[in-house]
Nanobody, 124 residues
Framework: QVELVESGGGSVQAGNSLTLSCTTSDRIFRNIVMAWFRQAPGKEREFVAV????????VVDDSVKGRFTISRRNDDQRLFLHMTNLKSEDTATYFC?????????????????WGRGTQVTVFS
């Protein structure tokens, strides 16, 4: 029912920027909360940012605060993660997640729907 597809990953030199996107075909896109998580090799999946249905509530993890911006464009059902000043520690697979309500969550277990991820590699 809720299908998420991430795109925009790649290899980027440290200090540069990259924008990830997530597309959903769900008909109630305006009524779902969406988030970004990431998982590095050998580590658990960790929270990055979450945004409410109409972008009125945004929570960004301290590890990326000031560098990453989450946004959504409901007209064409897209979620974005704008990443700037990328660091080596940002290297991970980035996942788009969604829940069919407008309750902001910061834990992976709270999101029933997930994309397959897009790889971001930051090199120095």
């Amino acid at each position: 029912q809720v299908e998420l597809v991430e795109s925009g990953g790649g290899s980027v030199q440290a200090g540069n920027s990259l924008t990830l996107s997530c597309t959903t075909s769900d008909r109630i896109f305006r009524n779902i909360v969406m988030a970004w998580f990431r998982q590095a090799p050998g580590k658990e999946r960790e929270f990055v940012a979450v945004i409410s249905r109409l972008s009125r509530t945004i929570v960004v993890d301290d590890s990326v605060k000031g560098r990453f911006t989450i946004s959504r464009r409901n007209d064409d059902q897209r979620l974005f993660l704008h990443m700037t000043n990328l660091k080596s520690e940002d290297t991970a697979t980035y996942f788009c997640a969604a829940a069919k309500d407008n309750q902001v969550r910061t834990t992976a277990q709270g999101f029933p729907y997930w994309g397959r991820g897009t790889q971001v590699t930051v090199f120095s």
